[in-house]
């Protein structure tokens, strides 16, 4: 499906699930535009979930105005954003992407019980043994991935990758304030009944100042796994508010050969339901 045409923009890519625009007279800023496209395991679904790109535009908004000590990419003045996008775009500054997918996990559960069950580790951080999937870890952890190219799998990287990346000066700036934020984001959902077992944050530095700038969405439901507090103290784990429901159904339906089968109706709208009822426990 081709990228909407927007007066006084040029459209520059396409990601996944996002679109990203210039304007015609540069001036340092872009325009994120989030689309109700899924993906699962790097691959775009059919058929898209009604709404997603408006709730969780929403749901960065809310967060970036919640972690106010950490610089973000958000433009202050949102006027410019076209009306024809306007629920579902963010008019942000450009910045020199890191190329480091900065994952936190409060939980172990998803890759990183995999990972955990070959070696003992999560990206190099050793962990005790016997855990099980969804046990709460002794502490976060810090467990990065490399940002592949378009289409291709984030593969998950040591810290010591990440100094060989980026510099070790920025390497801990990424690992310190991705856990800051995490424990931040932790204590505020727990208040609300939710437990944010993992979350993915990216980051920039601005051109001009070189400052560490928080980037792209922030504590989505496509970039955290939310689960229900109440739930997971009776026992039952990983009742969650994001994509977990269609992760789970493609996995059940297709071997990752030749195209992934178009996603039923009643796995569309209950995701679509638990989009809106983590915005709405979060935000309201």
Known sequence: MSAPQLPGWRHVASGKVRELYRPQVADGTMLLVATDRVSAFDVVLTPAIPGKGALLTRLSRWWF?????????????????????RDRAMLVRSLHMHPVECVVRGYL???????????????????????????????????????????EH???????????LVGSETAAGLRDTSLHMYATAERISRERGLLLADTKFEF???????????????????????WDAAAYDEGRRGVGFDKQIVRDWIQEHWDGKGSPPVLPPEIVTQTAARYAELVDRLVS
């Open 65 to 85: 105005e919640h972690l106010p000590d950490v610089p973000n990419h958000l433009v202050a003045d949102q006027s410019a954003v076209p009306r024809a996008v």
């Open 109 to 151: 559960t998803g890759s990183g019980l995999l990972e955990y069950r070959r070696t003992g580790a999560v990206c190099g951080v050793a962990l005790p043994a016997g855990l099980q999937d969804g046990d709460r870890l002794p502490e976060p952890i810090f467990t990065p991935a490399f940002k592949a190219e378009p289409g």
């Open 154 to 164: 984030d593969p998950n990287i040591t810290f010591d990758e990440v100094v060989a």
């Open 204 to 226: 920039g530095d601005d051109p001009v100042t070189g400052e560490l700038v928080l980037a792209d969405e922030v504590l989505t439901s496509d970039s955290s796994r939310y």
